[in-house]
């Protein structure tokens, strides 16, 4: 049974023409709307222009130049990211990579972020990153200075 991709609890009644998620009610296609990403008909992505894709999106000067983030992943770890192959194939989904790109250019990443997380492929996408910064970390994996 399929569950609203907005409320995550009444079955969806409704398709978004411009992205394809699935809604529930008027209320719900009203949230989604702000944060909607049409689905648009792209070529294949070739390997060469995924890797340089996700070169960018873990390149040092993207991750470490931002001077408002508090808690501080080590670069070693995030390297770690890149190398991993679930990572590299929730990648190539040009929604997410679409999601990505959104909160990447918004105004306020902190909203983005919230509107983001109510995708679950964006969770899924959190979720690994996660997960793989963790296991490095419970496996000893430490920064120079000691904080993270």
Do not use: W
């Not at 991709?5 to 699935?22: G, L, M, Q, W």
């Not at 390997?47 to 983030?69: K, M, Q, Y």
């Not at 590299?88 to 306020?108: F, M, Q, T, V, Y």
């Amino acid at each position: 049974m399929q569950i609203c991709n907005v409320c995550s609890e009444e079955t969806p009644k409704y398709r978004c023409p411009a992205c394809k998620i699935r809604y529930c009610s008027l209320g719900c296609y009203k949230r989604h709307k702000d944060t909607c990403l049409p689905v648009r008909q792209t070529a294949p992505t070739v390997p060469e222009s995924r890797d340089a894709f996700i070169t960018e999106l873990l390149s040092e000067g993207v991750l470490l130049n931002e001077e408002d983030i508090t808690d501080k992943v080590p670069l070693q770890r995030l390297q770690l990211l890149g190398q991993s192959k679930d990572l590299r194939d929730l990648l190539c989904n040009p929604h997410l990579r679409r999601l990505l790109k959104s909160i990447d250019g918004a105004d306020s990443k902190e909203e983005a972020m919230k509107a983001a997380m109510q995708e679950p492929l964006f969770v899924e996408f959190s979720d690994q990153c996660l997960k793989i910064v963790e296991n490095e970390e419970k496996s000893g994996v430490s920064s120079k200075d000691g904080d993270l």
